[in-house]
Protein backbone atom coordinates (compact mmCIF):
# COMPACT_ATOMS: atom_id res chain seq x y z
CA UNK A 1 0.00 0.00 0.00
CA UNK A 2 2.89 2.56 1.13
CA UNK A 3 4.44 2.11 -2.50
CA UNK A 4 1.20 2.67 -4.80
CA UNK A 5 1.11 5.92 -2.66
CA UNK A 6 4.46 7.03 -3.58
CA UNK A 7 4.31 6.75 -6.97
CA UNK A 8 1.76 9.21 -8.08
CA UNK A 9 4.40 12.02 -6.53
CA UNK A 10 7.28 10.85 -7.88
CA UNK A 11 5.28 11.19 -11.30
CA UNK A 12 4.03 14.78 -10.29
CA UNK A 13 7.75 15.79 -8.98
CA UNK A 14 9.09 14.40 -12.66
CA UNK A 15 6.35 16.52 -14.37
CA UNK A 16 7.74 19.55 -12.25
CA UNK A 17 11.10 18.93 -13.17
CA UNK A 18 10.27 19.17 -16.53
CA UNK A 19 8.13 21.87 -16.77
CA UNK A 20 11.17 24.11 -15.24
CA UNK A 21 13.78 22.85 -17.58
CA UNK A 22 11.23 23.24 -20.38
CA UNK A 23 10.75 27.15 -19.64
CA UNK A 24 14.40 27.66 -19.35
CA UNK A 25 14.84 26.83 -22.66
CA UNK A 26 12.29 28.72 -23.69
CA UNK A 27 14.27 31.83 -21.75
CA UNK A 28 17.34 31.13 -23.19
CA UNK A 29 15.83 31.14 -26.52
CA UNK A 30 12.92 34.03 -26.40
CA UNK A 31 12.48 35.93 -29.75
CA UNK A 32 15.24 38.76 -29.86
CA UNK A 33 17.65 37.65 -27.16
CA UNK A 34 20.95 37.30 -28.14
CA UNK A 35 23.63 35.30 -26.21
CA UNK A 36 26.65 37.75 -25.56
CA UNK A 37 30.48 36.86 -26.16
CA UNK A 38 33.22 37.98 -24.04
CA UNK A 39 34.87 40.71 -26.02
CA UNK A 40 38.22 40.20 -27.50
CA UNK A 41 40.21 42.51 -24.65
CA UNK A 42 42.03 45.48 -26.41
CA UNK A 43 45.52 46.45 -24.71
CA UNK A 44 44.94 48.15 -21.25
CA UNK A 45 40.96 47.06 -21.15
CA UNK A 46 39.73 45.51 -18.21
CA UNK A 47 37.07 43.31 -17.70
CA UNK A 48 34.55 44.34 -14.76
CA UNK A 49 32.24 42.85 -12.77
CA UNK A 50 29.18 45.52 -12.33
CA UNK A 51 26.67 45.49 -14.50
CA UNK A 52 26.96 48.83 -16.69
CA UNK A 53 23.76 47.72 -18.81
CA UNK A 54 24.55 46.43 -22.54
CA UNK A 55 27.92 45.36 -22.57
CA UNK A 56 27.34 41.90 -20.28
CA UNK A 57 29.42 39.12 -21.66
CA UNK A 58 28.75 35.43 -21.15
CA UNK A 59 31.04 35.14 -17.65
CA UNK A 60 28.98 38.09 -16.23
CA UNK A 61 31.79 40.57 -16.62
CA UNK A 62 31.45 43.91 -18.18
CA UNK A 63 33.94 46.09 -20.34
CA UNK A 64 36.11 48.72 -19.04
CA UNK A 65 38.18 51.34 -20.54
CA UNK A 66 40.98 50.71 -18.02
CA UNK A 67 41.08 48.85 -14.52
CA UNK A 68 39.22 50.24 -11.67
CA UNK A 69 40.52 52.65 -9.77
CA UNK A 70 38.75 53.29 -6.07
CA UNK A 71 38.93 55.92 -4.17
CA UNK A 72 42.01 54.60 -2.35
CA UNK A 73 43.71 53.99 -5.43
CA UNK A 74 43.38 57.40 -6.35
CA UNK A 75 45.54 60.31 -5.97
CA UNK A 76 44.31 63.04 -8.00
CA UNK A 77 41.77 63.72 -10.92
CA UNK A 78 42.11 66.77 -13.18
CA UNK A 79 39.41 67.40 -14.99
CA UNK A 80 39.10 69.63 -17.82
CA UNK A 81 35.50 70.99 -19.54
CA UNK A 82 34.01 73.77 -21.27
CA UNK A 83 33.58 75.43 -17.76
CA UNK A 84 37.33 75.53 -16.94
CA UNK A 85 39.98 72.98 -15.39
CA UNK A 86 40.11 71.80 -11.88
CA UNK A 87 42.12 69.53 -10.03
CA UNK A 88 40.64 66.94 -7.16
CA UNK A 89 43.60 66.05 -4.77
CA UNK A 90 43.41 63.28 -2.18
CA UNK A 91 43.99 64.34 1.40
CA UNK A 92 45.27 61.60 4.27
CA UNK A 93 41.47 61.13 4.93
CA UNK A 94 40.72 59.82 1.60
CA UNK A 95 38.54 62.90 1.14
CA UNK A 96 39.25 65.31 -1.46
CA UNK A 97 40.03 69.42 -1.78
CA UNK A 98 40.51 71.47 -4.60
CA UNK A 99 44.26 72.13 -5.79
CA UNK A 100 45.02 76.20 -4.87
CA UNK A 101 41.98 76.05 -2.89
CA UNK A 102 42.31 73.66 0.20
CA UNK A 103 39.71 75.45 2.74
CA UNK A 104 36.98 75.39 0.13
CA UNK A 105 34.29 72.91 1.63
CA UNK A 106 33.18 70.41 -1.03
CA UNK A 107 29.51 68.09 -1.15
CA UNK A 108 31.19 65.17 -0.30
CA UNK A 109 28.24 63.37 -2.45
CA UNK A 110 29.03 65.38 -5.75
CA UNK A 111 32.96 64.80 -5.60
CA UNK A 112 31.77 60.40 -4.97
CA UNK A 113 30.08 61.27 -7.95
CA UNK A 114 33.56 62.56 -9.79
CA UNK A 115 35.62 59.47 -8.12
CA UNK A 116 33.31 57.26 -9.63
CA UNK A 117 32.79 58.44 -12.92
CA UNK A 118 36.34 58.87 -13.27
CA UNK A 119 37.76 55.91 -11.88
CA UNK A 120 35.43 53.47 -12.69
CA UNK A 121 34.85 53.18 -16.72
CA UNK A 122 32.14 51.19 -17.50
CA UNK A 123 30.99 51.12 -21.38
CA UNK A 124 28.09 50.77 -22.91
CA UNK A 125 29.57 49.54 -25.53
CA UNK A 126 32.62 49.70 -27.96
CA UNK A 127 31.83 51.08 -31.17
CA UNK A 128 34.61 51.16 -33.08
CA UNK A 129 38.27 48.99 -32.25
CA UNK A 130 40.16 51.73 -34.51
CA UNK A 131 38.77 54.99 -35.20
CA UNK A 132 40.10 56.43 -38.52
CA UNK A 133 40.48 60.47 -38.33
CA UNK A 134 37.23 60.99 -39.91
CA UNK A 135 35.45 58.37 -37.62
CA UNK A 136 37.21 60.59 -34.20
CA UNK A 137 35.78 63.89 -36.19
CA UNK A 138 32.32 62.27 -36.25
CA UNK A 139 32.31 61.43 -32.57
CA UNK A 140 33.82 64.63 -31.68
CA UNK A 141 37.01 62.98 -30.81
CA UNK A 142 39.11 64.66 -32.76
CA UNK A 143 38.99 68.04 -30.49
CA UNK A 144 36.68 66.62 -27.19
CA UNK A 145 34.85 68.89 -25.54
CA UNK A 146 36.69 67.73 -22.12
CA UNK A 147 38.50 65.51 -20.61
CA UNK A 148 40.01 63.95 -17.66
CA UNK A 149 43.03 62.71 -16.28
CA UNK A 150 43.35 60.03 -13.28
CA UNK A 151 46.97 59.71 -11.62
CA UNK A 152 46.73 56.85 -8.98
CA UNK A 153 48.88 56.11 -6.31
CA UNK A 154 51.55 54.79 -7.90
CA UNK A 155 51.64 57.49 -10.18
CA UNK A 156 49.97 55.92 -13.53
CA UNK A 157 47.59 58.22 -15.62
CA UNK A 158 44.66 57.90 -17.16
CA UNK A 159 43.44 60.32 -19.63
CA UNK A 160 39.79 59.92 -20.99
CA UNK A 161 38.80 61.99 -23.58
CA UNK A 162 35.13 62.90 -23.81
CA UNK A 163 33.28 64.03 -27.20
CA UNK A 164 29.70 64.33 -28.46
CA UNK A 165 26.59 63.23 -26.89
CA UNK A 166 24.89 60.38 -28.43
CA UNK A 167 21.79 61.26 -30.86
CA UNK A 168 19.59 59.25 -28.47
CA UNK A 169 20.98 61.33 -25.37
CA UNK A 170 21.82 58.63 -23.02
CA UNK A 171 25.14 58.66 -23.41
CA UNK A 172 28.60 60.16 -24.76
CA UNK A 173 31.35 58.90 -27.14
CA UNK A 174 34.88 58.30 -25.39
CA UNK A 175 38.21 57.60 -26.00
CA UNK A 176 41.42 56.30 -24.26
CA UNK A 177 44.45 58.56 -24.96
CA UNK A 178 47.24 56.32 -26.83
CA UNK A 179 44.12 54.22 -28.04
CA UNK A 180 42.03 54.79 -31.34
CA UNK A 181 38.79 52.58 -30.19
CA UNK A 182 35.49 54.40 -29.48
CA UNK A 183 33.44 53.62 -26.28
CA UNK A 184 30.01 55.19 -24.88
CA UNK A 185 30.28 56.12 -21.35
CA UNK A 186 26.52 56.62 -19.85
CA UNK A 187 25.05 60.46 -18.56
CA UNK A 188 26.35 60.34 -15.80
CA UNK A 189 29.22 62.31 -17.14
CA UNK A 190 26.56 65.12 -17.09
CA UNK A 191 26.63 65.20 -13.13
CA UNK A 192 30.14 64.59 -12.48
CA UNK A 193 33.25 65.31 -14.97
CA UNK A 194 31.44 67.71 -17.33
CA UNK A 195 30.37 70.39 -14.34
CA UNK A 196 32.18 73.52 -13.60
CA UNK A 197 34.27 73.64 -10.48
CA UNK A 198 31.93 75.50 -9.03
CA UNK A 199 29.31 72.54 -9.07
CA UNK A 200 31.08 70.64 -6.32
CA UNK A 201 31.92 73.92 -3.86
CA UNK A 202 29.28 73.66 -1.12
CA UNK A 203 28.16 77.60 -0.93
CA UNK A 204 28.79 78.22 2.60
CA UNK A 205 29.69 82.12 3.70
CA UNK A 206 30.50 81.17 7.23
CA UNK A 207 32.62 78.54 9.28
CA UNK A 208 32.56 78.64 13.19
CA UNK A 209 29.20 80.02 13.87
CA UNK A 210 26.64 77.93 15.99
CA UNK A 211 23.50 77.07 17.65
CA UNK A 212 25.82 77.42 20.54
CA UNK A 213 27.17 81.06 20.22
CA UNK A 214 25.00 83.25 17.29
CA UNK A 215 23.32 85.03 19.44
CA UNK A 216 26.28 86.65 21.38
CA UNK A 217 26.92 88.72 17.90
CA UNK A 218 28.22 92.00 19.71
CA UNK A 219 27.10 94.13 17.11
CA UNK A 220 25.08 94.24 13.92
CA UNK A 221 24.57 96.37 11.06
CA UNK A 222 23.29 96.35 7.56
CA UNK A 223 24.44 99.08 4.76
CA UNK A 224 22.68 100.05 1.84
CA UNK A 225 25.27 101.30 -0.42
CA UNK A 226 27.35 102.78 1.78
CA UNK A 227 25.07 104.42 4.03
CA UNK A 228 23.87 102.65 7.55
CA UNK A 229 20.00 101.42 7.11
CA UNK A 230 19.99 99.49 11.03
CA UNK A 231 22.32 98.96 13.87
CA UNK A 232 21.19 96.62 16.54
CA UNK A 233 23.13 95.82 19.64
CA UNK A 234 22.32 93.63 22.53
CA UNK A 235 20.25 95.42 25.26
CA UNK A 236 22.23 96.45 28.73
CA UNK A 237 21.70 93.66 31.19
CA UNK A 238 19.88 95.78 33.82
CA UNK A 239 17.49 96.97 30.77
CA UNK A 240 16.22 93.49 30.06
CA UNK A 241 12.55 92.95 29.77
CA UNK A 242 12.55 89.27 30.48
CA UNK A 243 15.87 87.79 31.79
CA UNK A 244 15.41 84.48 30.45
CA UNK A 245 15.26 85.63 26.85
CA UNK A 246 18.31 84.29 24.98
CA UNK A 247 18.66 87.61 23.10
CA UNK A 248 17.12 91.17 23.68
CA UNK A 249 18.54 93.83 21.04
CA UNK A 250 17.90 97.73 20.63
CA UNK A 251 18.87 99.82 17.70
CA UNK A 252 22.02 101.64 17.61
CA UNK A 253 20.79 103.47 14.65
CA UNK A 254 18.24 104.78 14.07
CA UNK A 255 19.15 105.31 17.84
CA UNK A 256 16.34 105.04 20.85
CA UNK A 257 14.21 102.16 19.59
CA UNK A 258 14.24 98.46 20.76
CA UNK A 259 14.69 96.39 18.05
CA UNK A 260 11.90 93.79 16.79
CA UNK A 261 13.87 90.55 18.54
CA UNK A 262 11.80 88.32 15.84
CA UNK A 263 13.17 89.50 12.81
CA UNK A 264 16.86 89.92 14.70
CA UNK A 265 17.17 86.71 15.69
CA UNK A 266 15.99 85.18 12.14
CA UNK A 267 18.26 87.15 10.61
CA UNK A 268 21.49 86.67 12.84
CA UNK A 269 20.52 83.19 12.56
CA UNK A 270 20.67 82.38 9.06
CA UNK A 271 24.55 83.20 9.37
CA UNK A 272 24.82 79.49 11.34
CA UNK A 273 26.74 77.48 8.60
CA UNK A 274 25.16 80.24 6.26
CA UNK A 275 25.43 78.30 2.85
CA UNK A 276 23.46 79.91 -0.32
CA UNK A 277 21.61 77.17 -2.67
CA UNK A 278 24.93 77.13 -5.27
CA UNK A 279 27.97 78.17 -5.68
CA UNK A 280 28.23 80.51 -8.81
CA UNK A 281 31.50 81.40 -8.56
CA UNK A 282 34.66 80.38 -6.65
CA UNK A 283 38.77 82.01 -6.98
CA UNK A 284 36.19 85.01 -8.32
CA UNK A 285 38.06 87.58 -11.08
CA UNK A 286 36.12 91.36 -11.23
CA UNK A 287 34.67 90.22 -13.82
CA UNK A 288 32.49 87.44 -11.78
CA UNK A 289 31.84 90.50 -9.33
CA UNK A 290 30.29 92.80 -11.97
CA UNK A 291 28.19 89.43 -13.44
CA UNK A 292 26.90 88.89 -10.42
CA UNK A 293 26.27 92.54 -9.34
CA UNK A 294 28.76 92.54 -6.71
CA UNK A 295 31.13 95.11 -8.10
CA UNK A 296 29.15 97.52 -6.38
CA UNK A 297 26.94 95.81 -3.28
CA UNK A 298 23.34 96.76 -2.86
CA UNK A 299 23.61 95.59 0.62
CA UNK A 300 26.33 95.17 3.45
CA UNK A 301 26.05 93.09 6.24
CA UNK A 302 28.67 93.48 9.58
CA UNK A 303 29.17 92.16 12.57
CA UNK A 304 31.31 91.35 15.36
CA UNK A 305 31.32 87.62 17.13
CA UNK A 306 34.21 86.59 19.76
CA UNK A 307 36.71 89.27 18.42
CA UNK A 308 36.20 89.07 14.81
CA UNK A 309 34.67 91.16 12.61
CA UNK A 310 32.74 89.52 9.68
CA UNK A 311 31.63 91.65 6.44
CA UNK A 312 29.55 89.95 3.77
CA UNK A 313 28.31 91.72 0.48
CA UNK A 314 25.26 91.06 -1.48
CA UNK A 315 23.46 91.81 -5.06
CA UNK A 316 20.20 92.96 -5.18
CA UNK A 317 17.77 90.93 -6.46
CA UNK A 318 19.03 89.99 -10.38
CA UNK A 319 17.63 89.41 -13.76
CA UNK A 320 17.81 85.24 -13.03
CA UNK A 321 15.63 86.55 -9.93
CA UNK A 322 18.25 85.60 -7.16
CA UNK A 323 20.56 87.57 -4.94
CA UNK A 324 24.30 86.81 -4.59
CA UNK A 325 26.66 87.06 -1.54
CA UNK A 326 30.33 86.95 -0.47
CA UNK A 327 32.13 86.74 2.32
CA UNK A 328 35.41 89.02 2.98
CA UNK A 329 37.07 86.34 6.04
CA UNK A 330 37.28 83.25 4.23
CA UNK A 331 40.60 82.54 2.57
CA UNK A 332 39.60 81.90 -0.32
CA UNK A 333 36.50 84.34 -2.83
CA UNK A 334 33.03 82.35 -3.24
CA UNK A 335 30.14 84.21 -4.72
CA UNK A 336 27.05 82.20 -3.33
CA UNK A 337 23.31 82.23 -4.70
CA UNK A 338 20.48 82.63 -2.98
CA UNK A 339 16.58 82.13 -2.71
CA UNK A 340 15.38 85.45 -2.51
CA UNK A 341 13.26 84.21 0.38
CA UNK A 342 16.13 82.95 1.94
CA UNK A 343 17.41 86.38 3.46
CA UNK A 344 13.81 88.27 3.32
CA UNK A 345 15.08 90.30 6.40
CA UNK A 346 17.81 91.96 4.14
CA UNK A 347 15.19 93.82 2.35
CA UNK A 348 12.85 94.38 5.30
CA UNK A 349 11.51 97.67 5.60
CA UNK A 350 12.96 99.63 8.61
CA UNK A 351 9.80 99.66 10.57
CA UNK A 352 9.88 96.01 10.66
CA UNK A 353 13.31 96.07 12.52
CA UNK A 354 11.46 98.27 15.04
CA UNK A 355 9.98 96.81 18.34
CA UNK A 356 6.24 97.48 18.27
CA UNK A 357 6.07 99.38 21.38
CA UNK A 358 9.24 100.58 21.09
CA UNK A 359 8.59 102.46 24.90
CA UNK A 360 8.62 99.35 26.56
CA UNK A 361 10.50 99.75 29.59
CA UNK A 362 10.42 98.34 33.47
CA UNK A 363 9.55 101.29 35.84
CA UNK A 364 11.99 99.45 38.09
CA UNK A 365 14.85 101.13 36.24
CA UNK A 366 13.34 104.69 36.69
CA UNK A 367 13.76 107.56 38.62
CA UNK A 368 12.28 110.14 37.29
CA UNK A 369 9.15 110.75 34.47
CA UNK A 370 8.76 113.96 32.81
CA UNK A 371 5.19 114.43 30.92
CA UNK A 372 4.56 117.39 28.64
CA UNK A 373 1.15 118.24 26.87
CA UNK A 374 0.14 121.47 25.58
CA UNK A 375 -1.17 122.40 29.11
CA UNK A 376 1.06 120.73 31.19
CA UNK A 377 4.75 120.06 32.34
CA UNK A 378 4.77 117.81 35.23
CA UNK A 379 7.94 115.86 37.04
CA UNK A 380 7.33 112.22 38.67
CA UNK A 381 10.03 111.46 41.20
CA UNK A 382 9.99 107.74 41.78
CA UNK A 383 11.04 105.81 45.14
CA UNK A 384 11.37 101.87 44.67
CA UNK A 385 11.39 99.66 47.82
CA UNK A 386 9.97 96.43 49.06
CA UNK A 387 7.41 95.69 51.74
CA UNK A 388 7.54 93.35 54.72
CA UNK A 389 7.40 89.87 52.59
CA UNK A 390 9.72 91.39 50.16
CA UNK A 391 7.29 92.72 47.37
CA UNK A 392 8.42 95.73 45.72
CA UNK A 393 6.86 99.03 46.05
CA UNK A 394 6.36 102.21 44.26
CA UNK A 395 6.11 105.88 45.68
CA UNK A 396 5.59 109.01 43.00
CA UNK A 397 5.67 112.26 43.86
CA UNK A 398 5.13 115.38 42.07
CA UNK A 399 4.15 119.27 42.27
CA UNK A 400 1.02 119.06 41.25
CA UNK A 401 -0.49 115.89 42.75
CA UNK A 402 0.25 113.51 45.45
CA UNK A 403 -0.64 109.49 45.58
CA UNK A 404 -2.10 107.30 48.20
CA UNK A 405 -2.38 103.69 47.78
CA UNK A 406 -5.24 103.82 45.72
CA UNK A 407 -3.85 106.78 43.57
CA UNK A 408 -0.34 104.78 42.74
CA UNK A 409 -2.61 101.92 41.47
CA UNK A 410 -3.98 104.77 39.45
CA UNK A 411 -0.35 105.83 38.23
CA UNK A 412 0.89 102.56 37.11
CA UNK A 413 -2.80 102.37 35.28
CA UNK A 414 -1.00 105.56 33.70
CA UNK A 415 2.11 104.04 33.18
CA UNK A 416 0.76 101.01 31.50
CA UNK A 417 -1.35 103.38 28.61
CA UNK A 418 1.95 105.10 27.95
CA UNK A 419 4.52 102.42 27.71
CA UNK A 420 1.75 100.20 25.39
CA UNK A 421 2.05 103.32 22.80
CA UNK A 422 2.14 101.12 19.28
CA UNK A 423 3.83 102.36 16.56
CA UNK A 424 1.62 101.89 13.07
CA UNK A 425 4.27 102.37 10.22
CA UNK A 426 6.55 104.84 8.66
CA UNK A 427 5.51 108.20 7.86
CA UNK A 428 4.95 109.49 4.41
CA UNK A 429 6.70 112.68 5.58
CA UNK A 430 10.09 114.28 4.29
CA UNK A 431 12.50 114.46 6.21
CA UNK A 432 12.23 118.12 6.06
CA UNK A 433 9.00 117.77 6.92
CA UNK A 434 9.57 115.77 9.74
CA UNK A 435 12.15 117.91 11.73
CA UNK A 436 9.79 121.06 11.05
CA UNK A 437 6.76 119.17 12.74
CA UNK A 438 9.21 117.65 15.94
CA UNK A 439 10.15 121.13 16.76
CA UNK A 440 6.83 123.13 16.43
CA UNK A 441 5.43 123.45 19.94
CA UNK A 442 2.10 123.86 18.26
CA UNK A 443 1.87 119.94 17.37
CA UNK A 444 2.84 118.70 20.50
CA UNK A 445 0.37 116.49 21.51
CA UNK A 446 1.93 114.73 24.11
CA UNK A 447 5.69 113.94 25.63
CA UNK A 448 7.02 111.79 28.43
CA UNK A 449 10.80 111.95 29.58
CA UNK A 450 12.31 108.75 31.40
CA UNK A 451 15.46 109.49 33.31
CA UNK A 452 17.41 106.26 34.23
CA UNK A 453 18.89 105.24 37.70
CA UNK A 454 22.28 105.39 35.86
CA UNK A 455 21.14 109.38 34.76
CA UNK A 456 20.78 108.22 31.40
CA UNK A 457 17.45 110.00 29.69
CA UNK A 458 15.54 109.51 26.56
CA UNK A 459 12.47 111.48 25.56
CA UNK A 460 9.61 110.11 23.52
CA UNK A 461 7.38 113.09 21.89
CA UNK A 462 3.62 112.36 19.47
CA UNK A 463 3.70 115.66 17.26
CA UNK A 464 0.41 115.85 15.00
CA UNK A 465 1.00 115.76 11.40
CA UNK A 466 -2.56 114.62 9.99
CA UNK A 467 -5.99 115.09 11.11
CA UNK A 468 -4.75 111.04 11.66
CA UNK A 469 -1.10 110.61 12.18
CA UNK A 470 1.20 111.70 15.01
CA UNK A 471 5.00 111.79 14.29
CA UNK A 472 6.55 109.47 16.82
CA UNK A 473 9.98 110.79 18.28
CA UNK A 474 12.85 109.28 20.33
CA UNK A 475 15.27 112.27 21.42
CA UNK A 476 13.43 115.25 18.94
CA UNK A 477 13.95 112.57 15.45
CA UNK A 478 11.58 110.27 14.39
CA UNK A 479 10.63 108.70 10.90
CA UNK A 480 7.66 106.65 12.15
CA UNK A 481 3.85 107.18 12.79
CA UNK A 482 1.02 106.62 15.80
CA UNK A 483 -2.63 106.69 15.55
CA UNK A 484 -3.40 110.40 16.92
CA UNK A 485 -5.96 109.44 18.85
CA UNK A 486 -3.65 107.19 21.26
CA UNK A 487 -1.36 110.47 22.06
CA UNK A 488 -4.73 112.64 22.67
CA UNK A 489 -5.95 110.03 25.68
CA UNK A 490 -2.31 109.65 26.84
CA UNK A 491 -2.79 113.29 27.52
CA UNK A 492 -6.87 113.01 28.36
CA UNK A 493 -5.45 110.07 31.23
CA UNK A 494 -2.77 112.97 32.58
CA UNK A 495 -5.59 114.75 33.45
CA UNK A 496 -7.88 112.38 35.18
CA UNK A 497 -4.60 111.33 36.43
CA UNK A 498 -3.95 114.74 38.54
CA UNK A 499 -8.06 114.73 39.28
CA UNK A 500 -7.73 111.63 40.97
CA UNK A 501 -9.84 109.91 38.15
CA UNK A 502 -9.48 106.11 37.50
CA UNK A 503 -7.87 105.46 34.47
CA UNK A 504 -8.65 102.52 31.91
CA UNK A 505 -5.26 101.71 30.53
CA UNK A 506 -7.48 99.77 27.89
CA UNK A 507 -9.93 102.11 27.18
CA UNK A 508 -9.92 104.82 24.38
CA UNK A 509 -11.11 107.80 27.07
Avoid at 370 to 395: C, I, M, Q, W
Wanted: charged share 25%; glycine share 8%; hydrophobic share 40%.
Amino acid sequence: MKKKKIVPFIVFGVLIAALAVSFAVLKLTAPGEEKKEAPTLLSGEYLGEDDPGESMTEQGSYLLIFPKRDRSAIRSILVHNENGEYTLVKNGDETFSLAGLPGAPLSDERVAAVVVAAGYTLTRERVVDRATPEEKKEYGLDDPKAWWVLTDVKGREYRVNVGDRMVSGDGYYCSFAGRDAVYVLGTSLETSVLEPCEYFVTAALTAGITQENYFNIEEFAILHGEDVFVAVTAVDPEEKQNPDAIVEAKLAYPQGYRANDSLYINAIGTFVNMAGDETAAIATSDDDYVKFGLEKPAYEVHFALDGTDWDFFFSDVTEDGYIYGVSSLLDYRLIARFEESALSWLKADLFRWVADYPMSVFITTLDEIRVKTGERDVTFRLTHGTDENGNATLSAASDVVSFDNDGIYNFRQFYKTVIASKLKGTSSLSEEERKAAASDPEKLIFSVEFTRKNGSKTEYGFFRTTTREALFTVNGEGEFYINVDWPEKLASDLERLIAGLDIDSYGKD
